[in-house]
């Protein structure tokens, strides 16, 4: 199941906190920052899907991520190669390299990493 918009902005900062009240995730917004009220039915939604858990302290709660990041976001490219992309690794890659104007230097990371991948293989 994916996060909306809203829901991954306040997932992001709860990866970047490890664990938080509420009032810490607000503060974490840019301007102009959202009302508590939503805040409370993001958390809601997303414990729902079981992306978050909290524990109770006192009469607050300390919400923590159920989910890794990395696990989440390489769920969602796996999703977008599949539908996007005839589930061709090859097409993105070279979507990617096309599209998105990489230096030399970056295209050469990339070959490195491809080729330490291949030796690993």
Do not use: C, H
Not at 13 to 40: G, R
Not at 75 to 99: C, L, R, V, Y
């Amino acid at each position: 199941m994916a996060l909306s918009n809203s829901e991954e902005q306040l997932m992001q900062l709860l990866w970047k906190q490890q664990k938080a009240f509420m009032k810490d995730l607000i503060e974490a917004y840019p301007e102009p920052k959202p009302a508590p009220t939503t805040v409370a039915t993001l958390l809601k939604r997303m414990q729902d899907k079981k992306f978050v858990d909290y524990k109770q302290l006192g009469r607050s709660r300390e919400y923590f991520p159920l989910v890794k990041k990395k696990d989440y976001f390489s769920k969602q490219m796996n999703g977008m190669i599949k539908d996007f992309f005839n589930d061709s690794a090859s097409q993105f890659a070279s979507f990617f390299t096309q599209e998105t104007d990489l230096s030399k230097e970056e295209l050469e990371d990339l070959k490195k990493l491809i080729d330490q991948q291949l030796k690993e293989k």
